[in-house]
């Protein structure tokens, strides 16, 4: 127990280990040490009338907020929402068709393409930033506190790539509620854009961007190969019958959106982005401005990417079964293909009853009269 101990109080720390996989367990342990003794001369050793005085003085100090960035992003939302009409009606919505998918795949596939198209264009964006910018922000965590002061100028690009950003999300909102598809994950869904936006301004305010930048380059790149694998899946009926060719790429696209979720949203998140705020900010500023608030911010999207991993796991079940790859959060089932069921029917309580089982049919209604008619026509 001595040598536990021992290892945890001395152990080389994460500067000394890989820049691109560093050791999961010393970055915890080093975000353990950083928050209990932050959080204890934060919280218990400082009294509360001196923390309130601290915390509105950096927010005098250290908040900048410009009209652009509160208003562009609405103008931004409303381009794309009208952008989306306009290739849903030009491109989206005419594959279907042509490719003769069925009326619920017909209906699911332009949000799909919509997200996929989005998304290789913000990761994109992001790649360029941080990856072959002036310093690797993905290795030299250091960079991102280095320069770091209040109101420090923003990069022209990144600047950009926020208000996209932050209009991207407000537009989700309105497209989750009014125009996508209904699923299991609604709320938690609703409260990852809200969040989102939330940490894109507050760290857009004190001026925490990098952080933020390395959040999106992190984030959107798994979303490009979920919404691909569910592109792909939608063609797998095509014209009444079943293609395996989409099915298994769909599958491979799954796998990496897998290994993806893994290694970016579940292994580099915690030990690049929280370490980065939870960790690194505070070695070069002991006393920083809003650590406890930004943190837990970014503990709680963590969460959120587990929470997502759970649909995961229960996916791979389903194709280890030999089941049909579907998005196993919505409440819609597929309907009969070529005269098979669905072997998802009964998935998560959910039930489907086809009109043929459902409701009788007018054939066999003329075939069974009334018996009253009957005995009348003998009569007579």
């Known amino acids: 127990m001595s040598e536990l101990w ?32 932050q959080g204890y001369s934060r919280f218990f050793q400082t009294p509360p009338r001196v923390f309130v005085q601290e915390t509105l003085d950096w927010i005098r100090l250290s908040v ?48 799909s393409m919509w997200k996929c198209s989005v998304y290789m264009v913000t990761w994109s964006w992001a790649v360029y930033l941080v990856l072959f910018g002036e310093q690797n922000l993905f290795t030299n965590l250091v960079a991102h506190w280095e320069l770091w002061r209040p109101g420090y100028p923003l990069d022209p690009l990144l600047y950009w790539l926020y208000v996209f950003e932050l209009g991207f999300y407000i537009h989700c909102i309105y497209a989750t509620i009014y125009i996508e598809t209904i699923r299991r994950d609604f709320v938690v869904l609703m409260l990852h854009h809200f969040l989102t936006i939330g940490l894109l301004l507050f760290s857009y305010a004190v001026r925490f961007h990098l952080i933020g930048l390395l959040l999106l380059f992190i984030l959107d790149f798994g979303d490009i190969w979920l919404e691909l694998s569910k592109t792909l899946v939608y063609f797998k009926v095509r014209d009444g019958k079943e293609h395996f060719g989409p099915e298994m790429a769909a599958n ?124 009348k026509q003998e009569i007579d």
Request: charged content about 20%; proline content about 7%.
């Open 6 to 37: 021992s290892w945890f109080v001395t152990a080389p720390d994460y500067f000394n280990h890989s820049p691109y996989f560093p050791n999961p367990v010393v970055c915890m342990r080093d975000m353990a040490k950083m928050g209990v003794t």
């Open 64 to 111: 900048y907020l410009d009209w652009q960035i509160l208003l562009l992003p609405f103008a931004v939302a409303v381009a794309l929402t009208v952008l989306r009409v306009v290739l849903n009606f030009l491109l989206f919505r005419r594959i279907p068709v042509w490719a003769k998918l069925p009326a619920e795949e017909a209906d699911k596939l332009p949000e």
């Open 252 to 375: 491979c696209t799954f796998a990496v959106f897998t290994v993806q979720h893994v290694l970016f949203r579940l292994y580099w998140f915690p030990t690049k982005v929280i370490y980065s705020a939870m960790y690194v900010a505070l070695v070069y500023y002991p006393s920083g401005p809003y650590w406890a608030l930004f943190v837990v911010m970014l503990w709680s999207l963590y969460a959120m990417q587990a929470y997502w991993f759970t649909f995961i796991v229960k996916l791979i079940f389903k194709i280890l079964r030999n089941e049909p790859l579907e998005d196993n959060r919505e409440y819609s089932e597929k309907p009969k293909v070529n005269g098979s069921t669905d072997a998802n029917c009964q998935e998560n309580g959910d039930t489907h009853q086809t009109r043929e089982t459902s409701e009788p049919s007018d054939t066999n209604a003329r075939k069974e009269p009334d018996v009253d008619t009957q005995r």
